[in-house]
């Protein structure tokens, strides 16, 4: 009896002993769980608290591995964000396992805890890396944040039942205090990235503000900001200067009576005018106080209630323009008046001097014929001297006559077919088309508002150069060949006349246009050299331009426009 009293109490001795043991261990892993979690709370960027909270979790508890995996629920997988142990080196940066996979996968997928005291028995168990990792016992346990899985705390160990019940709960306490540490990181981290992203809005802010002032001063013209009241809340360097005061001598003035020196808005005020009509007025204004004629502009800034809240008020000194426009318009009446009177006197002088020169051509020709043969050779050929003057006379008259009369217009604009006008100059050249053997075409041509005689001489003038400027009868000379086409472009009619002559010279299609400028003898070919001046005129008079491309010995092509809406200059 006394030996099974001695054996009991030794017993009971033992159980105390393990019961005591077991408080200490307890005891001292709340130790460390109260160091471990005192030193990673007060760690707020990210990758440091989980760096830390591995490093001291495993030296804390001498376990051989410990791993901390965050959850990526995009793409389903958990993500070792830290490690420390001997295993450590054995997993590459941005190691992932998926949902599901090895004892982490599933604590991840199910968010339980999992103790696995033999691996070799736990089907859920993988290694990844078997010649490398020697574990046998693992445990992981889940990390939570407001009950919701955030990521898995994850122990390792080489020998069998390392880890036992107290092992289990203080690695969840451990899990729940590193839960609520990344959480205040996070929490951290976002308020930190609002700061910097609020920081960087009010630099940006902070920058256009300082653009918009350097732009608002460098304007070269006075430039105000005005409130709907015509009051100044700003004024740049040039509004300043013109006014002659200081910024705060402008800044809550009406604008009409620093510049105006007026009670009240002056007449057509564009800031008036923009307060009824909602958009951006201008208007020329005479004004006294800046000592010129400005071009105002008025521009209006809404809130987001759309009512009027500011207005920009930009002046622009016009005076010097508004000078030499009238200056222009001055000379440009001045000039009308002297081609007219030019024009008058060109008209009258030719019109007038026919009479007389008819009357000497008369008698010219009267002792032509009477004294021809009677008298000796000198006075023969002195006579056709004065057949020959009279007559190129009458012709260079009667070319001033008709350049004049292309300018004067008489006739009104109307519907004009441009087809029957050249049908019409064909028939009037027949003679020289039957004589020089010459093909002449056309394709489509259109209607157009247009003095149907002026433009009938234009085509009766080309279409005649073309045949007259062909190569000498005998040379290598081919049969002349002339087409008349054209086509509607960029609001005007484009007409062509193309043949298949002598060309020009580069240096000498300038001169053609000109009046009487002749680029070949009388011997060689005919004519005044007004023809071109003639048709010049009357397609300017018709709104339009004339010119010509042109090679030696290949041919010219003589262009000329009309508008389509029948446009003219007077």
Known sequence: RQLYLFANTMWEIL???????????????????????????GVLDLENLLDEAARLTQQSFNYHHVAIFTLDRAQSKLLMRSKAGDLAHLFPPGHRLELGQGVVGWVGLHNETLLANDVDREPKYVNLYPDAIPTCSELSVPIRAGGE????????????????????????????QIGVAIENARLYGDVQQELAERRWAEEQLERARQDWENIFQAIGHPTLILDSEHNIIAANRAAVSASARTPEGLIGNKCYAIFHGTDSPPPACPLAELRHSGRQETEEMDVEALGGVFFVSCTPIFDAAGRLEKVIHIATDITERKRAEEALARQTEELARSNAELEQFAYVASHDLQEPLRMVSSYVQLLARRYEGRLDADADEFIGYAVDGVRR?????????????????????????????????????????????????????????????????????????????????????????VHIAAARRNGEWLFSVRDNGIGIEAGQIQRIFQAFQRLHTREEYGGTGIGLAICKKIVERHGGRIWVKARPGQGATFYFTIPTDGQRTV
């Not at 159980?15 to 709370?41: C, F, Y």
């Not at 004049?404 to 028939?427: H, I, K, N, Y």
């Not at 039957?434 to 508002?449: F, M, N, R, Y």
């Open 149 to 176: 899985l955030i990521g898995v705390l994850d122990i390792q160990s080489p020998q069998r039942d390392a880890f036992d019940a107290n092992d289990v709960l203080a690695m969840e306490t451990l899990a729940g």
């Open 15 to 41: 159980q105390r002993k393990r019961a005591e043991q077991a408080l200490e261990q307890r005891a001292a892993q709340l130790a460390l769980l109260n160091d471990v979690a005192s030193r990673i709370t």
């Open 393 to 481: 006379m009458q012709e260079l008259i009667r070319g001033l006559l008709d350049y004049s009369r292309a300018g004067r217009g008489e006739r009104q604009f109307a519907p004009t077919d441009c087809e029957a006008l050249v049908e019409r100059a064909l028939a009037d050249l027949r003679v020289a088309i039957a004589e020089s053997d010459a093909v002449v075409t056309h394709g489509p041509l259109p209607t157009v508002l247009a003095d149907g005689a002026q433009l009938a001489q234009v085509f009766q003038n080309l279409i005649a150069n073309a045949i007259k400027f062909q190569p000498p009868v005998g040379s290598d000379r081919q049969r002349p060949q």
